[in-house]
Nanobody, 115 residues
Framework: QVQLVESGGGLVQPGGSLRLSCAASGNIFRVRAMGWYRQTPGKQRELVTTVDTLGSTNYVEAVKGRFTISKDNAKNTMYLQMNSLKPEDTAVYYC?????????WGQGTQVTVSP
């Protein structure tokens, strides 16, 4: 069973940047479309960006132009570059496949955007 570990979150001021990483224990990025999700308390987890096996990407409107998803198959790692961060980006961010079967969810990484 592949395991996913998210890292790179933190506290940043509005307009700042962060780069999240998703490290996989196996070679999942070559064979599955992957995505970054985020969740705030009391709300459902939201898929915000995806990258397929060929590297094609998609973004929800709220992050388009500010977030960039990428992956390094050789390193079994996926990234999320987040620029021009807004308070509404505050959430716990997770990585996972974009469709079933999902990998067991990791701990996520907290992103807090606040003055």
């Amino acid at each position: 069973q592949v395991q996913l570990v998210e890292s790179g979150g933190g506290l940043v001021q509005p307009g700042g940047s962060l780069r999240l990483s998703c490290a996989a224990s196996g070679n999942i990025f070559r064979v599955r479309a992957m995505g970054w999700y985020r969740q705030t308390p009391g709300k459902q987890r939201e898929l915000v960006t995806t990258v397929d096996t060929l590297g094609s990407t998609n973004y929800v409107e709220a992050v388009k132009g500010r977030f960039t998803i990428s992956k390094d198959n050789a390193k079994n790692t996926m990234y999320l570059q987040m620029n021009s961060l807004k308070p509404e980006d505050t959430a716990v961010y997770y990585c996972n496949t974009v469709s079933a079967p999902f990998v067991s969810w990791g701990q996520g990484t907290q992103v807090t955007v606040s003055p």
